[in-house]
Structure formats: C-alpha cells, structure tokens
Antibody, heavy 121, light 108 residues
Framework: EVQLLESGGGLVQPGGSLRVSCAAS????????MTWVRQAPGKGPEWVSG????????SYADSVKGRFTISRDNPGNTVYLQMNSLTAEDTAVYYC??????????????WGQGILVTVSS | SYVLTQPPSVSEAPGKTARVTCGGT??????VHWYQQKPGQAPVLVIS???DRPSGIPERFSGSNSGNTATLTISRVEAGDEADYYC???????????FGGGTKLTVL
C-alpha cells in the first residue's frame, strides 16, 4: 500500500525557514517523480515543486523559485522541501504527492494527508 | 505560464448529468487530469489522460478534451458527488504542473 507521510510543519515567523519531509512507503521511490502541492485556506491546489526519480531534474513554481528547494533521499525513502524567506502568502497545507509521468504528461496518483505550515508573527 | 480556467460553481439535481469545464489555449493538445476533493480531505484522481478512469472510480465519471475545452462529465449525479473538482495539466515547455482554479459541484 502506498503511503506518504509528511512531517515538519508548524508555525514560523515571516522571513524564517522550515523544512518539511515526506516519508514514502509501499513503492520504489526512485522509480517515480515526486511533487509538492500546497493549498491555502479556502483556495485550490497550487503546484509548488517537482523532482525526477533520480533527483537530477527539479522544477519550481514562479512563486517559490529561489526560495524553496526540493530534494530526495531515495535510499532513505524520503522527499524534502526546504522553504526559506517565508511570507504569509506561503501559509497553506502542503501535500507530498507521488507523480505518475510519461513523456507526454504527469499526474498525481497518491497524495499524503497534508501538513499545515503557518507563517505568522 | 499556462492557465486553466474553470467555472467557480456548477449545480445539478440528483439523477441528472453535471458537466465541469476546463478551458485553456489549445488544451486539446495536452492531457488533462481531474481530481475530486471533499472538505478536509486530500484530492482524489477521478480521470487521467482526458478520459481514463482509475480503478475504483464509478463509470458515471467520464472525460473529454478537444480544442480549447476539456470536460468532466458526471452522469446520474448523487449527493456523494458534491465536492470541488480540479483539472490539471503538465506543461512540458516549463516542466510545470498546472491546476485549474476549481469548480464546486452542488447537488440540489
């Protein structure tokens, strides 16, 4: 059974940093792209970042580029999102998601339960 | 960046057919995926690659995609279908995943 378990969320002050982690199980992590999707209160999902199975290729939404870094530890079955220079606009539930990708498209076939990141003084 | 546009809300009576649209420039050339999200829960994939239904999703859910509009069709709507629905594409030029703004389906 595929499971994605996020951790590391919480309250952080504006300008601060936080790293959220995603422990993956039930599948071979290095065979799949992984992505982070966030959802602000009352809003729709917003794609944040993605990483290829090997970790050699990463991509970021314009809203987080230069501030967030996605990485993965395949032997340790964990994906990370390092978030720096946080602002109130980064407040959201952050979902770790398993990607199902071909050469033509990608979609999410499994989602974590989500973890809340609140940026506030 | 690529933009997907959805109507904020759609309403339909039980037993009728509900259609949720997703607009984008030449979206017919892309593969569209659809998710259902109920309050307090993570999204769930209901349609992939325009019209493929994952295991466990009722046959009442179907999809199509042509020109500038993709459509999620829910036949014989039930009260349990009341949820937010989001379309999503992968923009291969930017390697970005793009979500639509979402449509709230209300079952009257």
């Amino acid at each position: 059974e595929v499971q994605l378990l996020e951790s590391g969320g919480g309250l952080v002050q504006p300008g601060g940093s936080l790293r959220v982690s995603c422990a993956a199980s039930g599948f071979i992590l290095n065979n799949y792209a992984m992505t982070w999707v966030r959802q602000a209160p009352g809003k729709g999902p917003e794609w944040v970042s993605g990483i290829s199975g090997s970790g050699s290729r990463t991509s970021y939404a314009d809203s987080v580029k230069g501030r967030f870094t996605i990485s993965r530890d395949n032997p340790g079955n964990t994906v990370y999102l390092q978030m720096n220079s946080l602002t109130a606009e980064d407040t959201a539930v952050y979902y770790c998601a398993k990607g199902e990708c071909t050469s033509s498209s990608c979609y999410v076939d499994y989602w974590g339960q989500g973890i809340l990141v609140t940026v506030s003084s | 960046s690529y933009v997907l546009t959805q109507p904020p809300s759609v309403s339909e009576a039980p037993g009728k057919t509900a259609r949720v649209t997703c607009g984008g420039t030449n979206i017919g050339s892309k593969s569209v995926h659809w998710y259902q999200q109920k309050p307090g829960q993570a999204p769930v994939l209901v349609i992939s690659y325009d019209s493929d239904r994952p295991s466990g999703i009722p046959e009442r859910f179907s999809g199509s995609n042509s020109g500038n509009t993709a459509t999620l069709t829910i036949s014989r709507v039930e009260a349990g279908d009341e949820a937010d629905y989001y379309c999503q594409v992968w923009d291969n030029r930017s390697d970005h995943w793009v979500f639509g703004g979402g449509t709230k389906l209300t079952v009257l």
